[in-house]
């Protein structure tokens, strides 16, 4: 027997004094109308949670694993960037010991060079003094005599026996090539063949020969100036800043790039660039004076005459 409430029918009911029993379904379904035992219904949420904590354990176990595969990855990666940063400090290092021994050539080239041109020198005031010291013995006529002569007197500086009847024009030095920046605040001061500079930037004084510029040697006086005294038979001198590499007469961040450049294969210094960029006088220009210099444009720290 069914019943409608509503106009919607329920499941059958027992009818009083009729014993009709209720249909009551023991499982879930999508089709049926009758009511559902309490128990299934139980059953079902048990199954429900059962399956979604063996869900959540998987996913875990999935996660776990996914996390270890990706930690083990970034350790492979880190292994193999430390290899290739190994090999590339190896490179520097090499390219570090190969360029010291550049240098250490280049530095013996440097002294052979100068032991090669001094000995030269020395041949050379041997010749010319066996020359003088032979007048006396070899039939010469007069003008070979005042010849030889004249040349002994050029590199001893001796007086010639015979005397011009011209007054002799007195000798006076030149100095050239002085920055305008020490124009204002420098004193030059010259006396015979010494030159004196009083400032406080740190200047060199030289002059260039047939084997190119040659520096003077700084001597400090009293009074906080300095000397340079001049050879013989040197007509003219000049003067530049220590490290002043473009000669514009201030020491600044571009001097030091012009040196690294000449160095580190760019444009070449040269001519009295280099003499003004070699602050030791030892005819090569290293990454430590291109350092020296940027520490001086940039904290006006001074360097020694």
């Known amino acids: 027997m069914s019943m409608y409430v509503n106009g919607r029918r329920t499941a059958p009911v027992i009818g009083v004094g009729q014993g009709t029993p209720i249909e009551v379904d023991e499982e879930l379904s999508k089709v049926s109308e009758n009511p559902v035992q309490n128990k299934a219904i139980t059953e079902k949420f048990e199954q429900f949670e059962e399956s979604v904590s063996d869900r959540f354990e998987s996913l875990g176990s999935e996660i776990d694993e996914h996390f270890a595969t990706l930690e083990q990855s970034i350790d492979d990666r880190f292994d193999e960037l430390g290899s290739e940063l190994d090999e590339r400090f190896q490179e520097v290092y090499d390219t570090i010991d190969a360029l010291g021994s550049e240098v250490d050539e280049k530095f013996q080239e440097v002294y052979d060079t100068i032991e090669a041109l001094g000995s030269e020198v020395d041949e050379h005031f041997e010749r010319v003094e066996a020359s003088v010291e032979d007048l006396d013995e070899r039939k010469v006529n007069k003008a070979d005599f005042l010849t030889l002569l004249d040349a002994y007197e050029l590199w001893y500086g001796v007086e010639s026996s015979e005397s011009s009847e011209e007054e002799p024009v007195p000798f006076v030095l030149k100095v050239t090539d002085i920055p305008e920046t020490l124009l204002d605040d420098a004193e030059c001061v010259v006396e015979g063949n010494v030159v004196t500079l009083k400032t406080d930037k740190i200047c060199k004084v030289g002059y260039e020969d047939v084997d190119g510029y040659v520096a003077l040697e700084a001597v400090k006086n009293e009074d906080g ?81």
Do not use: Q, R, Y
């Open 225 to 305: 100036s300095h000397s340079f005294t001049v050879p013989e038979g040197i007509e003219e001198v000049f003067v530049v800043m220590k490290g002043d590499a473009n000669l514009d007469g201030n020491i600044t961040m571009e001097d030091a790039n012009m040196m690294l450049a000449s160095i580190h294969g760019g444009e070449p210094l040269t001519g009295l660039n280099f003499f003004a960029a070699d602050i030791n006088n030892n005819g090569v220009i290293v990454d430590s004076d291109a350092i020296v210099i940027s520490i001086m444009a940039s904290k006006d720290s001074g360097i020694d005459w």
